[in-house]
């Protein structure tokens, strides 16, 4: 399974950006898809996830701003992210697991980092 992760970039306080992860090879293998970030010096964290048959799952920081949501055809999943605060700046990481990505060591497949950075 190969993650392509995108739509990264540098917004102001309160406004939005959009991440996509578009999977390929044997996606037969994952149901859930979802995100990590890691900022700076920090360790990296659970930010959303959604899975084939049940419904998004957000962290408590970034629940009511983003979005999760998955396109089954073009097998890609998308991060909708509104009322960016500076404390939102990370690498943000596509993810996915067979069952649940909803802890670090559920994660099987891992795209690349796009950058989030929300100026103040």
């Known amino acids: 399974v190969q993650l392509q992760a995108s739509g990264g970039g540098l917004v102001q306080t309160g406004g939005s950006l959009r991440l996509s992860c578009a999977a390929s090879?044997?996606?037969?293998?994952?149901?859930?898809v979802g995100w990590y970030r890691q900022p700076t010096g920090k360790q990296r964290e659970f930010v959303a996830a959604?899975?084939?048959?049940?419904?998004?799952n957000y962290s408590d920081s970034v629940k009511g701003r983003f979005t999760i949501s998955r396109d089954n055809a073009k097998n890609t999943v998308y991060l909708q992210m509104n009322s960016l605060k500076p404390e939102d700046t990370a690498v943000y990481y596509c993810?996915?697991?067979?069952?649940?990505?909803?802890?670090?060591?559920?994660?099987?497949?891992w795209g690349q980092g796009t950058q989030v950075t929300v100026s103040s």
């Open positions: 993810a996915a697991g067979q069952r649940t990505i909803a802890t670090i060591q559920r994660v099987a497949y």
């Open positions: 090879g044997s996606t037969f293998r994952i149901n859930a």
């Open positions: 959604i899975t084939e048959f049940g419904g998004p």
